[in-house]
């Protein structure tokens, strides 16, 4: 196997692995079902990172999104895919990002872009926390661009303005269970 070569484990619909492809030939407008990952991603004070996706983005580019999202590769776990996928993504530091938690943990999602580019994933939902102080230098090919706002902000922006947003992070942000864990504060 090519090292550099990224394997997404592919699904039955019981979300039961049925082997491997490389990421780069299974977007498409007959995408098959597959195993990700979506993360939401809280600072010390409480505000969530959102990101802009590249223009180079094969779906979705230029669309405000959840902080990170990825494919946990073949033996890893959805823990360990988020944490590798914050340094790779966002830059982060090892160790930056903890108190990773399951929020959705069955969530799955079908939606096709406008260039006909299909999404379809078992996509759990985590919630996790940035360590004080910790900055993202995020990659240009990934992200466009972040902001910082409280849960509260992009809640409202999401229901006002939909279209405006990712179709996962729509679907995801619908569910109370995921609201009720982003406006959580610290003690």
């Given amino acids: 196997m090519n090292n550099d070569v990224e394997l997404v484990v592919l699904a039955d619909e019981h979300g039961e692995p049925t082997g491997t492809a490389p990421k780069a030939t299974i977007h498409t407008g007959d995408t098959p079902l597959h ?8 600072d010390s004070d409480g505000r969530l990172l959102m990101t802009r996706r590249a223009l180079s983005k094969k779906t979705w580019p230029g669309v405000w999104t959840n902080s990170f999202c ?11 895919a988020v944490v590798r996928r914050s340094i790779e993504e966002l830059g982060f530091a090892p160790g930056a990002v903890g108190q990773i938690t399951p929020v959705l943990p069955d969530f ?22 940035l360590k004080e102080g910790e900055q993202p230098d995020p990659r240009p090919d990934e992200i466009d661009s972040l902001a910082w706002a409280t849960p509260e902000e992009v809640i409202a922006a999401v229901d006002a303005t939909p279209f405006a947003f990712s179709p996962w992070l729509v679907e995801e942000l619908s569910d109370q269970r995921l609201r009720d864990a982003i406006t959580q504060r610290r003690p």
């Fill in 35 to 42: 195993f990700a990952f979506s993360c939401y991603l809280l």
């Fill in 70 to 80: 990825g494919h946990p590769g073949p033996g890893e776990s959805n823990e360990e």
């Fill in 108 to 129: 799955r999602y079908r939606a096709v872009d406008s260039s006909g580019i299909v999404e379809n994933e078992f996509c759990p939902v985590f919630v996790a926390r």
